[in-house]
């Protein structure tokens, strides 16, 4: 664990936006599930970059370019060591967790599934990967399998085990939950499926900003993220895949940037990473996601995640004492979030009634539709923690809660 304690004091004033006052209150913001704040070092990065050192990557042989392309270049090498790649080229830039998912569908997925062949996801997906295989189905034929969750929002690994068939050619499956916490037991369930030859890829879009991810502990073939999430900017992704695996996959989009060669009769595709990243990349998301990292890096992943765990300990607390409270999903190990709704008040109007005392939380399904009907719920109300939320502001959102449940009870 982190041995350094959070400043969270000093963190706050590090987001400019934590200032703000919403309808005359201050402003707290419980949506980092959805999308973080960005500290002012990544503001600073992006500004700086376009103010002093701005032009396209890769062609030029003048000295901006050749900066920029150090620049771009050099995210790249930060993402690696962030997340324990091997190798530099298993990195590939794309614009969000779902552009990567698409992608692999479009290229590994084409490449070596056919009719018949089944995709094992879990119910607890996020939409971004479910759809992108249900439309390689339509495209191919293939079959998507779904491992179940209990009551509290564990997988049952009995079910998912036994869901682990034949012809299940790929495990596609999320590291943390978005909707209700969930962490799977991932190195677990990465075994089981290598052991049956499966492909595995993990969308880590809930996990990268929250804990120590190591993908070549973990040894799954993909993982995906978005950098948004991780106090970057929006439009700026990850895919990380194994360098075998990349080097073995059809080229997603044609452009400029992702070719060795090109004439009217044939085209040679570069090699690994830009074979995948066609056009001119979001080179500003690239040093924006740069100066995240080394922000966390600062702070330290662990330290962010034993505070985001006092933090989630916390609001177990105070809003398990309000009566009428239900907590959609307990699972045995959780993340910084919690998914409730409040007996007979619509998740919709718990969010308006919120947003009056200034509190910024999440309502809806989430994005993962089928696992709202498996609690039987149309729609819940998250509250996410960060390293810059304080135990004050949970403590806010509880009293919230009891006023609206008195205008609304
Ligand atoms: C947010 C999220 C996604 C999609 O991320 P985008 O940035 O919208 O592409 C996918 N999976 C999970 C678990 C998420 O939380």
């Known amino acids: 664990m982190g041995d350094r304690a959070l400043d969270v004091a000093s963190i706050r004033k590090d987001f400019p936006i934590l200032e703000r006052e919403i309808r005359g209150k201050p402003l707290v913001y419980l949506d980092t599930a959805a999308s973080a704040q960005k500290p002012r070092a990544v503001l600073e990065a992006i500004q700086n970059f376009y103010q002093n050192s701005y032009a396209n990557i890769h062609r030029g042989v003048y000295q901006l370019s050749a900066g920029a392309t150090e620049l771009y270049e050099g995210g790249r090498d930060d993402v690696q060591r ?52 249900q439309m390689l189905g339509e495209r191919r034929g293939t079959k998507l399998r779904v491992a179940p969750i209990d009551a509290n929002g564990d997988v049952v690994m009995e079910s998912f085990e036994a869901l682990l068939g034949e012809r299940t050619k790929l495990l596609a499956l999320t590291h943390v939950s978005n909707a209700i916490g969930t962490i799977n037991p991932l190195k ?49 992704g990850v895919l990380y895949g194994r360098l075998a695996m990349l080097e073995a996959m059809p080229p997603f989009m044609g452009g400029g940037d992702m070719i060795e060669t090109v004439s009217f009769e044939q085209t040679r595709y570069a090699g690994v990473p830009q074979r995948f990243e066609a056009g001119t990349p979001d080179i500003a998301g690239v040093v924006g996601l740069s100066a995240a990292i080394r922000y966390v890096e600062g702070i330290g992943i662990e330290a962010i995640e034993a505070w985001e765990q006092t933090l989630l300990a916390h609001a177990n607390r105070v809003l398990g004492a309000i009566p009428g409270l239900r907590m959609i999903g307990n699972a045995r ?17 718990v969010g308006t009634a919120l947003d009056q005392a200034g509190i910024a ?30 135990p004050a502001e949970i403590d806010a959102l509880a009293a919230a809660l009891g006023e609206t449940r008195e205008i609304f009870g």
């Open 82 to 133: 962030f997340i324990g790649a091997k190798d530099r080229r298993e990195i590939v830039f794309v614009r969000n967790a779902t552009e990567a998912i698409n992608l692999v569908a479009h290229t590994w997925a084409e490449k070596n599934l056919e009719s018949g062949d089944e995709i094992l996801i879990t119910a607890l997906e996020h939409h971004a990967n479910i759809v992108p295989w």
């Open 188 to 236: 677990k369930m990465i075994e089981l499926a290598q052991a049956r030859g499966i492909t595995v890829l993990v969308d880590g879009a809930q996990a990268v900003p929250h804990t120590r991810v190591d993908v070549a502990a973990l040894g799954c073939d993909f993982y995906v993220f978005s950098g948004h999430k991780l106090y970057g900017p929006s439009g700026i």
């Open 333 to 349: 190990h959780k993340a910084g979030l919690v998914s409730f709704v409040l007996d007979g008040i619509h998740a919709h109007d």
């Open 361 to 390: 939380v999440r309502v809806g399904h989430h994005c993962a539709q089928p696992l709202m009907e498996i609690f039987g719920v149309p729609a819940t109300v998250r509250a996410s923690f960060s390293l810059y939320n304080t």
